[in-house]
């Protein structure tokens, strides 16, 4: 069974002890590939540092809302120069997020309307990260015609009515570690109803680490209680989901 990680940090402080104990844990687990997420000007480095070193290890670059305050615009410049690596796959972690108070809402705003421009202009697919904003993500998405290069919501945690508009846009939805948890009812209600060829799965270690490990830094080897869980949810088994996200990020990321 071939697991695909679609978001990790393992370039984050957290794994500073054990890295490259923690790949091997993941590949021992099953996880045959993963994009990890470079989203400031401290990651992108350390996120390609990553890619260039594994080759099932591949990068997403893009500035994360929470930062965008600090986003200069040769920034921007830099991280299209970096597209062009044969190893990232896509612009993000990108988005919105309303819950911590670090980037006013305008700013934000600038910074996804400009990112998701580069994206259309390069190609990419994007990935999303929206976080007490479906609204205005939704909004900005339509507005610079995102549709044209589709991507990923992360760690999807809307509505239904939600996800229909993101899969309208042609967006893919991922679910990590809450949909494992026993109150999780709604994103476990959304999964029930995404398409299986609109799914995929993720970690985002070392957060939202899935039960039974919730508490404990998360990492990529639990990508299987995750694809445990979406299986159970689906009414599918377990390698079966596998098999189908694993082909759906490949396809979205471009990977051949």
Same mark, same amino acid.
């Not at 045959?32 to 480095?45: L, Q």
């Not at 994103?187 to 508490?215: C, F, M, N, W």
């Not at 445990?228 to 396809?251: D, M, P, Q, R, S």
């Given at each position: 069974?071939?697991?695909?990680?679609?978001?990790?940090?393992?370039?984050?402080?957290?794994?500073?002890?054990?890295?490259?104990?923690?790949? %091997?844990?993941?590949?021992?687990?099953?996880?045959?590939?993963? =994009?990890? @997420?470079?989203?400031?000007?401290? !990651?992108?480095?350390?996120?390609?540092?990553?890619? +260039? %070193?594994?080759?099932?290890?591949?990068?997403? @670059?893009?500035? /994360?809302?929470?930062?965008?305050?600090?986003?200069?615009?040769?920034?921007?410049?830099?991280?299209?120069?970096?597209?062009?690596?044969?190893?990232?796959?896509?612009?993000? #972690?990108? &988005?919105?997020?309303?819950?911590?108070?670090?980037?006013?809402?305008?700013?934000?705003?600038?910074?996804?309307?400009?990112?998701? &421009?580069?994206?259309?202009?390069?190609?990419?697919? @994007? =990935?999303?990260?929206?976080?007490?904003?479906?609204?205005? =993500?939704?909004?900005?998405?339509?507005?610079?015609?995102?549709?044209?290069?589709? &991507?990923?919501?992360?760690?999807?945690?809307?509505?239904?009515?939600?996800?229909?508009?993101?899969?309208?846009?042609?967006? /893919?939805?991922?679910?990590? &570690?809450? @949909? !494992?948890?026993?109150?999780?009812? =709604?994103?476990?209600? *959304?999964? %029930?109803? *995404?398409?299986?060829?609109?799914?995929?799965? #993720?970690?985002?270690?070392?957060?939202?680490?899935?039960?039974?490990?919730?508490?404990?830094?998360?990492?990529?080897?639990?990508?299987?209680?995750?694809? +445990?869980?979406?299986? +159970?949810?689906?009414?599918?088994? *377990?390698?079966?989901?596998? #098999?189908?996200?694993?082909?759906?990020?490949? #396809?979205?990321?471009?990977?051949?």
């Amino acid at each position: 069974m071939q697991l695909f990680d679609t978001h990790t940090h393992l370039d984050a402080s957290q794994f500073d002890g054990d890295r490259e104990e923690t790949i %091997a844990r993941a590949v021992e687990a099953g996880v045959a590939r993963m =994009v990890n @997420i470079g989203f400031n000007r401290e !990651t992108i480095p350390t996120t390609m540092k990553l890619a +260039e %070193a594994y080759d099932f290890i591949y990068a997403a @670059i893009g500035w /994360h809302p929470t930062d965008t305050l600090d986003m200069k615009d040769e920034d921007l410049d830099w991280i299209a120069s970096l597209c062009g690596h044969h190893k990232v796959v896509a612009i993000g #972690e990108i &988005g919105l997020d309303y819950y911590w108070d670090t980037s006013p809402k305008e700013v934000q705003h600038r910074a996804f309307r400009r990112q998701i &421009g580069l994206a259309r202009e390069l190609k990419m697919p @994007i =990935v999303i990260h929206n976080r007490d904003a479906h609204e205005d =993500v939704v909004r900005i998405l339509r507005e610079e015609k995102a549709a044209e290069v589709g &991507g990923i919501m992360h760690s999807f945690s809307g509505s239904w009515e939600t996800a229909k508009m993101c899969l309208d846009l042609g967006f /893919h939805l991922s679910f990590g &570690g809450p @949909i !494992t948890f026993k109150n999780a009812r =709604v994103p476990k209600e *959304v999964l %029930a109803q *995404v398409p299986l060829d609109r799914l995929l799965i #993720e970690t985002d270690s070392p957060y939202l680490t899935p039960h039974p490990y919730r508490g404990k830094r998360n990492e990529s080897a639990h990508v299987r209680l995750v694809a +445990e869980a979406a299986a +159970e949810i689906k009414g599918i088994e *377990v390698e079966k989901l596998a #098999e189908i996200t694993y082909a759906n990020a490949l #396809e979205r990321f471009g990977i051949v």
